[in-house]
């Protein structure tokens, strides 16, 4: 599977839009990027993902760049409990194996 | 519907004992997977079923780990004997094809 690179943490002030990026150049035609969340000893939370094309969703918003290398995951008004561990993963679909491989992920931290 | 739910949420036995976890996956979900975070470390694939079968288990770490879908429903992941290495939270997921994963809130395991 592709790597993904992400940067270790950030902060963001409540009510503004968090902007997440990941970086994964060595992406292939058929993977997706998939979005997770940990808070805090919670299971990872499924955010959004796409192929290829910008998608949104109730969570959020997924732009993935047009070489498909890098993408950035908007949460457009960030609250407090936002604040949690944020993976970025791609997501190869080969027959039916299809696990996710989950990096150190970028620790958002939402303040008043 | 029911989330993805995981039994015990803890456990501590002390090393050389024998622990069963139990992830009982989304009704009708034929992918199942098993993941475990160690202290300090990313969140690691242990192994995926498709229904009662064991799709890829190359991230089990050793032969006393032992995982069963029997009847293509509920899991166990079965650790004997422990050793104080396996302390950590085991996670449970579930899909329904290439759908995306939902995961449990995890069993933390204590070995002493």
């Not at chain 1, 902060?11 to 940990?38: F, K, M």
């Not at chain 2, 079965?78 to 994963?101: I, T």
Request: some cysteine.
């Amino acid at each position: 599977d592709a790597k993904t690179t992400q940067p270790p943490s950030m902060d963001c002030a409540e009510g503004r839009a968090a902007n997440l990026p990941c970086n994964h150049s060595t992406i292939s035609g058929n993977e997706y990027v998939y979005w997770y969340r940990q808070i805090h000893s919670q299971g990872p939370q499924y955010i959004i993902h796409g192929l290829k094309n910008n998608e949104t969703n109730e969570m959020a918003s997924l732009i993935i760049t047009e070489d498909r290398k890098s993408s950035t995951l908007i949460l457009p008004h960030a609250t407090l409990r936002d604040t949690a561990v944020y993976y970025c993963i791609v997501r190869i679909y080969t027959g039916t194996a299809s696990k996710l491989t989950f990096g150190t992920g970028t620790r958002l931290q939402v303040t008043l | 519907e029911a989330g993805v739910t995981q039994f015990p949420s803890h456990s501590v036995i002390e090393k050389g004992q024998t622990v069963t976890l139990r992830c009982d996956p989304i009704s009708g979900h034929d992918n199942l997977y098993w993941y475990r975070r160690v202290m300090g470390k990313e969140i690691k694939f242990l192994l995926h079923f498709v229904k009662e079968s064991k799709q890829d288990e190359s991230g089990m770490p050793n032969n006393r780990f032992l995982a069963e879908r029997t009847g293509g429903t509920y899991s166990t992941l079965k650790v004997q004997p422990a050793e104080l290495e396996d302390s950590g939270v085991y996670f449970c997921a579930s899909s329904l094809g290439y759908s995306p994963l939902h995961f449990g809130n995890g069993t933390r395991l204590t070995v002493t």
